[in-house]
Every structure is written in structure tokens, then in C-alpha cells.
């Protein structure tokens, strides 16, 4: 037969307070605390865009690249200008504050800190330092469907 002590049963409890007590004061914390709000519709949100229209960007004459502008779809005033190399790859972009931004692969996209946009443009596009950077006429955007359609 076992032979009980008086303080064994509350050891036990007191151990097993000591347990509870952590997630006890956790869920207190966790019931007071509330997560933020939903976030409304944003006003300045652009779910569809067209090309407006093209223009080249030239480096001592040659063509080195292009500037792409959007529009929302429905007219307005261009919403964003993609920075593309003669390949068709976009290297950056203007944004809406007119911001030139360049996309760094496998990274952070950076803000090209420079005041004048032709000079911004041929750093994005890597020219030589010193070219001299212009831009072409504008040029309606190419269709994208094949021919015959």
C-alpha cells in the first residue's frame, strides 16, 4: 500500500501551474490583440492598361532602347513608361511622380538618382558614360496579333 503525504497533491498542482502559466498570460495577450483592418478598394489602383504609344531612345544616334507609355485603359493621361533594351527586355520604369526606376535582377528595383530623365534613361540602359542620350518621334504601339487576324 502507498502511503500518501498532504503536500504531494498540491506539488503537482503547483507544477502544474507553473506549466499552464505561460500560455495562460499568451492567451490573455492574444485575445486583447486585434489585427489591422481590412484594407478598402484602393482609389489608384490600375487593373488594366494599354500602350499608348513608343518612342526610341538613342545613345550618340544609335537606338539602345525604347520608352513604353501606358495609359488606363479608356484614355487619360499616361499611367506608367516601361524602359525596355532593343531586345524587349524591361530594365525599368517611370512611375507616376516621374521617379526612374531601374530593376535589378534577383533584387531590390532602385530609383536611379538622377535629376535629368534623358541621363537617367541611359544609365538605366547602361550607355557609355558622357553619350549623349535623346529620344525619337513617337510612334503608335505595334500589334501584338499575328498577321492575318
Same mark, same amino acid.
Given at each position: 500500500?502507498?502511503?500518501?503525504? %498532504? !503536500?504531494? %497533491? ?7 501551474? $507553473? ?51 501606358? $495609359? ?8 506608367? $513608361? ?5 531586345? %524587349?527586355?524591361?530594365? !525599368? ?13 534577383? !533584387? ?21 558614360? !558622357? ?19
Amino acid at each position: 500500500m502507498r502511503k500518501e503525504s %498532504g !503536500g504531494t %497533491g498540491a506539488t503537482v498542482i503547483l507544477a502544474m501551474l $507553473r506549466i499552464l502559466a505561460p500560455l495562460v498570460s499568451i492567451a490573455a495577450l492574444i485575445t486583447s490583440c486585434q489585427g489591422p483592418e481590412a484594407p478598402g478598394r484602393a482609389g489608384n489602383v490600375v487593373e488594366r492598361a494599354e500602350m499608348a504609344v513608343t518612342r526610341t531612345i538613342l545613345s550618340d544616334g544609335v537606338q539602345v532602347g525604347s520608352l513604353a507609355s501606358y $495609359r488606363r485603359s479608356g484614355g487619360g493621361q499616361p499611367w506608367v $513608361r516601361l524602359v525596355r533594351n532593343v531586345h %524587349g527586355q524591361d530594365l !525599368g520604369l517611370i512611375d507616376t511622380l516621374g521617379r526612374v526606376w531601374r530593376f535589378t535582377p534577383h !533584387g531590390e528595383n532602385e530609383i536611379v538618382p538622377e535629376a535629368d530623365l534623358l541621363h537617367a534613361l541611359g544609365l538605366v540602359l547602361g550607355a557609355r558614360k !558622357g553619350a549623349k542620350i535623346s529620344l525619337g518621334p513617337e510612334q503608335p504601339p505595334r500589334s501584338t496579333e499575328p498577321p492575318g487576324r
